[in-house]
T-cell receptor, first 111, second 113 residues
Framework: DQQVKQNSPSLSVQEGRISILNCDYTNSMFDYFLWYKKYPAEGPTFLISISSIKDKNEDGRFTVFLNKSAKHLSLHIVPSQPGDSAVYFCAASEAGTALIFGKGTTLSVSS | DAGITQSPRYKITETGRQVTLMCHQTWSHSYMFWYRQDLGHGLRLIYYSAAADITDKGEVPDGYVVSRSKTENFPLTLESATRSQTSVYFC????????????FGPGTRLTVL
């Protein structure tokens, strides 16, 4: 049973618009959430994270929102750029355990 | 080279052969991880290690063996490769403690014929 779900395999957005990537989780014990970005033929790279004690974390164009009651988090990219085109993985963990990853969402930003 | 490296980057082997994928990190991170990435499955944890000589199973450990005699190295061995082990394998490392970012290597694309 998947504990971290990214239900949209792909998302297409125009340059300059907002990209919203969604992630749902089932384990209420998760207390830390991360987003990783992956380009083809490269390893995933860390993008942004959020602790369960917060509901928002912002880093430049990237903002992650956490709704604990809905067990849902989202990554907002504003404005989207063609270089943001990549696969985005949502991941979650409990204290002291390994990360659990979602299946990923492929974002395509067209110019 | 600084960071985390994997070798080989590409490998083709035959069913039944033993294959070892290498992972080396220069940060002296305590934790190291092996994941496989498959279409429709995302990243799945195979094994991880909290320190030298300490390893533990992840979600999909069957058919794999790991060792960690030195902090900086974490080889992954497929003792008798099967076609279902065709995948892209990623090694990662992180500092000790809760909720630390994992740094990933560039991956090894393994094809089992």
């Amino acid at each position: 049973d998947q504990q971290v779900k990214q239900n949209s395999p792909s998302l297409s957005v125009q340059e300059g618009r907002i990209s919203i990537l969604n992630c749902d989780y089932t384990n209420s014990m998760f207390d830390y959430f991360l987003w990783y970005k992956k380009y083809p033929a490269e390893g995933p790279t860390f993008l942004i994270s959020i602790s369960s004690i917060k509901d928002k974390n912002e880093d430049g164009r990237f903002t992650v929102f956490l709704n604990k009651s809905a067990k849902h988090l989202s990554l907002h990219i504003v404005p989207s750029q063609p270089g943001d085109s990549a696969v985005y993985f949502c991941a979650a963990s409990e204290a002291g355990t390994a990360l659990i990853f979602g299946k990923g969402t492929t974002l395509s930003v067209s110019s | 080279d600084a960071g985390i490296t994997q070798s080989p980057r590409y490998k083709i082997t035959e069913t039944g052969r033993q294959v070892t994928l290498m992972c080396h990190q220069t940060w002296s991170h305590s934790y190291m991880f092996w994941y496989r990435q498959d279409l429709g499955h995302g990243l799945r944890l195979i094994y991880y290690s909290a320190a030298a000589d300490i390893t533990d199973k992840g979600e999909v450990p069957d058919g794999y063996v790991v060792s960690r005699s030195k902090t900086e190295n974490f080889p992954l061995t497929l003792e008798s490769a099967t076609r279902s082990q065709t995948s892209v394998y990623f090694c990662a490392s992180s500092e000790a403690g809760d909720h630390n970012e994992q740094f990933f290597g560039p991956g090894t694309r393994l094809t089992v014929l």
